[in-house]
């Protein structure tokens, strides 16, 4: 008792107010969750005690003559896991300073004082201690199930075999241990990680290390501390099994695997799962490599038993598991899997249709309204390998959009290759054992074993998510097939391949692997489904991108939401090759120019020789997540979308009597300037409207500078059939015609308050405050759907017409 007497004496002043009901076993100076340890310490930040490379293996620094000093900068000190006879007084903070002290747990007759316990100083650890260089300590991460890679030690002297066991805080209640192939000295592995702190420790051991005869085996082992975020703020990724209207639910497996885990709904769902999970470890890696922080979609959770440990499913561990719904189509098992709906059956003449009937299905399950939008992975459990046609009935590879639905469906006839939990993913890549084509598909070939058809079973599935988040196919990585080689992320060695017909890697580097393609990580960075709470609000919620043309062969893209980047197409080509990217290498920044100037030469120049002379189209994305196509660069620079406005003129002073009409055709009174010339924008809408022609309209008050515009009449009904310009003369312009909504809608300019139908403003008019019009919000799809103005004081008219027709 005389250690918390000592305590006790300190000032009350330097201690934070704790919580007495908070259970704990160990003292800490504040009630904050450890994610905020720091918050109430005052303004200054203390300096970190944490090793700021990676995980911390206790190395210290090796000397000339082979002896080791002591480390520069001392490390957190840890200990193994606790016996449970011992007195755990883990952690102390002090308000002053964040310090962590490990405390020597020994019984009461081992305590010098037999009361106070004694602070323990950092032991060096064996320099075969596991090193991890894919992330560092302390550093937040937003999945439940991390990526990592690292190194046993220095792998240039001694290069080992062995296994690396990764363990859970909490004496390994939270997750159980997991083992992990280390090839020479190298190795990969997949961490569970529970929400807010974890500790993580990893132990390597190899039957190359001797051990000592005259005491315990040696140990060599690191920890590190990971905080995992959940996100709740973006939205999710659905997770979807879709059954025919009176299906079994059981998938194609070989009689051998049916017998050991069965092949039914509840074992499709726990692969299903898992194979999700594998497309966000790997995703959110490849978005930090490309330096955008570990981000990544996230997925719908549900409190129910959780299927990611071997342990937890047997025993009934409840968790918050990623959902997978189970959405039932109207058609029958016999429908889905009649041979014309089969992708990969020539004679077909219904490919596609399987798309269609998942999402009518999805979209009534989750009773989808107008404007909402759902991103859904789907897997046809019904599929089904028929070896007298040699092809996979119910299947289909698809992904894409369809009324705000964006949907990736593919078959379940990979399912039985699948792990089904963290412990299943090591054997799963590393299973050699044949395809039995009698049972099984051989999907194009190129699964002839059973970790092959993993590969393909969940790489082409993640393809078609990559066709949902927008990522059309690209040169190489996901969006081609790399996917075939996708078991390389997760481990450090590969088996044979009966694909290539040879041994597979002892090492799989980072070279080596699979990954998503620059231009789908630039796709990806900007996307809701990608967003993390630490990303800056949008600047503007347009997200229209426009692009004018000008002198010299230059053309000005503008995006008030932010140009990300500008793909470049030759004549001939749908794959890109050629960008200009224009991200920041900040991962929490969301700057990018509003406005850049292209030149014609520059963007030639990005081809290659031979195809500079080409005609060439552009597709600007911007922040919004939004792209739009510029068709022809040489014909947005010809000379027809050049305009001659008539000279700026500036009338003298008005003599009494002379009348607005009058004086605007006295061309002799008239001071001309020097000429002037417009440019046309990109077109917006397809004129498919019947009776549609093309028509140009130049204000007069922007021509004479005495002239007033007062107002705006917009007529419409679901669509915009014209605009009409009011001068305070009462001359107008009419632009298009006046139907729709009789009278139309009038916006009147100088007001204080927006008026968006043919209401009398509650404020009448000020021309003094000189509000002119600075342009237009449109939506526009085959015609003008809506349009809304806006105006140089800020102010937004509404959207007049269909507000959710077309497109911005």
Known sequence: MHFFKELRRRSKASFHKSDSSTESNRTVGTTKSSSTLNSGLGSSTPPSTYHTNGSNNNLGVAKSNGETAAPSVLPRPTLPPLPSHSNRNSMIVSPSQVLWFAITDTPQSASPSGSTPTVRLPVVSSPFAPKVTSILDNSVVYQKVLLIYGEIGDPRPKRLDGTLTVSHDKDGLSFPSTSWPVSESYFKALVYLSPGWNKIRLDFSSPRLSNSSNGPAAQHYSYMMLNYLPLNSAPPLHLVILAGSDSPCTYDTVPQRAKQ?????????????????????????????????????????????????????????????????????????????????????????????????????????????????????????????????????????????????????????????????????????????????????????????SWEAANIGIGAHLHEVGHLFGSPHQESGVMLRDYVRLNRSFLIREPYSTRTKSQGLKVCRMEDECNWHRLDVLRF?????FRLPSDEPLSSQDESVSFFPVDN???????????????????????????????????????????????????????????????????????????????????????????????????????????????????????????????????????????????????????????????????????????????EDGHTQLFGKRGGKSGGDEFVLGELTTRADSSVSLTPPDTRRGETILGFHLRAGAWIDGIEILTSTGRRSGMFGNAVGGSA
């Open 261 to 449: 885990e069965g092949n039914d709904l509840e074992i499709a769902i726990r692969k299903f799962r898992m194979a999700a999970h594998l497309w966000q470890a790997f995703t959110a890696e490849q978005m930090f490599r490309n330096k955008f922080g570990r981000r990544c979609f996230r997925f719908d959770e549900e409190w129910q038993t959780g299927s990611l440990s071997l342990r937890d499913w047997g025993t009934g561990q409840m968790k918050n598991e990623a959902k997978v719904h189970l959405v039932r189509s109207n058609k029958t098992t016999a429908q889905l899997q009649d041979l014309q709906y089969a992708q990969q059956y020539g004679p077909a003449e219904r490919k596609g249709e399987l798309f269609s009937i998942a999402a009518d299905a999805i979209k009534k399950y989750f009773q989808m309204r107008p404007g909402q939008k759902q991103y859904v992975a789907a897997m046809l459990i019904d599929s089904h390998w028929d070896p007298t046609v040699g092809t996979v009935r119910a299947h289909a590879a698809l992904g894409g959009a369809v009324d705000g639905l964006h949907l990736a469906i593919f078959g379940s006839h990979a399912l039985q290759s699948y792990p089904s939990c963290l412990e299943e993913v090591v054997p799963a890549f590393m299973d050699s054992t044949k395809t039995d084509t009698a049972y099984v598909a051989n999907d194009c070939n190129e699964s002839g074993s």
């Open 525 to 529: 960075r900007h996307h809701p489904c």
């Open 553 to 727: 062969g230059k053309i000005i893209c503008c995006a008030s939401s932010g140009i990300s980047f500008i793909e470049i197409y030759p004549d001939g080509e749908e794959v890109c090759k050629s960008w200009i990217d224009l991200m920041t290498m900040d991962p929490r920044s969301n700057i990018m120019p509003r406005q850049i100037t292209l030149s014609e030469i520059d963007i030639r120049a990005k081809l290659p020789e031979d195809k500079r002379k080409r005609k060439i189209r552009l597709k600007v994305f911007c922040g919004a997540s939004r792209h739009e196509e510029l068709a022809d660069i040489d014909e947005l620079l010809s000379k027809k979308n050049i305009v001659s406005l008539p000279p700026l003129r500036q009338a003298p002073k008005r003599d009494e009597g002379l009348g607005m009409n009058t004086f605007n055709n006295m061309v002799g009174l008239s001071k001309s300037r020097d000429a002037r010339q417009g440019f046309r924008s990109n077109r917006l809408g397809h004129s498919s409207m019947e009776g549609s022609k093309p028509q140009e309209v130049i204000l007069e008050s922007v021509v004479l500078q005495t002239k007033l515009l007062t107002s705006v009449k917009v007529y419409h009904g679901f669509a915009l059939d014209g605009l009409e310009f009011c001068y």
